[in-house]
């Protein structure tokens, strides 16, 4: 199959899969990842390829969606791509880039390192800061039915991989547990460029936020 060919049907599958996706982890979270993993792409030495593919099913079936099965993703990915006659080779290093991108996998030893990985990390963390960031992660605490805010709960800054996973938290501690770390955590030089705009709009952003709970 022709790669432009598999690009389109690779769309095809995620938009249908995704079609009922929690708002944050929907077609278009896919669409501006893959946008922005293009982007930074043009100033990496990477496979164009195994970046459209990876940012594309990154998100295919999310662990957290998905009782914690942190093997379902890579699992749904591969089968997929088997079923369109995809190399061997480019199946796998999809998987990899699945399996260790997540913010969540930052707590294991990391194992596996490559280019593409670099982009495609780079371009879900973008989407994680920012104004769309900050409508995500309140969109997805809306989701879990977590509180916006309460100064009694403050946010864990030394959290074990389990304890992020599990953390019932008000969706403002999260910007501290995670959002707001991201800049420091960019691959890439495009991706360090991006980022720092957006983390500075939510700097701002809770600056205001923290104004306005005053009494």
């Known amino acids: 199959m022709e790669t432009g060919q598999l690009i389109d049907n690779t769309v095809q599958f995620v938009r249908e899969t995704l079609k009922n996706a929690e708002g944050g ?21 990477a496979d164009p390829l195994i970046v459209e593919l990876a940012a594309l099913l990154h998100d295919i079936a999310d662990s957290k969606f998905h009782n914690g099965d942190e093997e379902i993703g ?12 995809v190399d061997t080779a480019v199946i796998e290093h999809v998987q990899q880039i699945i399996r ?18 670099a982009i495609v990390q780079d371009a879900d963390r973008l989407d994680a800061i920012g104004a ?11 989701f879990k ?13 030394n959290m074990s991989k389990d304890e992020y996973k599990n953390s019932p938290a008000p969706s403002i501690n999260h910007f501290y547990e995670k959002l707001l770390l991201l800049k420091d955590k960019m691959n890439t030089p495009t991706g360090r460029q991006l980022a720092e705009q957006r983390h500075q709009f939510m700097v701002a952003y809770l600056q205001q936020f923290y104004l306005e709970c005053k009494p």
């Open 74 to 85: 890579p699992r749904t990915a591969g089968n997929y791509l088997l079923s369109k006659n």
């Open 145 to 157: 039915g977590r509180e916006i805010y309460n100064p009694e709960i403050e946010p864990n800054l």
């Open 25 to 45: 982890h929907d077609w278009w979270h896919i669409h501006r990842v893959w946008t922005n993993a293009k982007l930074i792409a043009q100033t990496e030495k």
């Open 132 to 142: 769309i960031g900050i409508a995500r992660a309140f969109n997805y605490g809306g």
């Open 100 to 117: 260790h991108m997540s913010f969540k996998s930052s707590f294991d030893k990391q194992t596996f390192h490559s280019p593409e990985l």
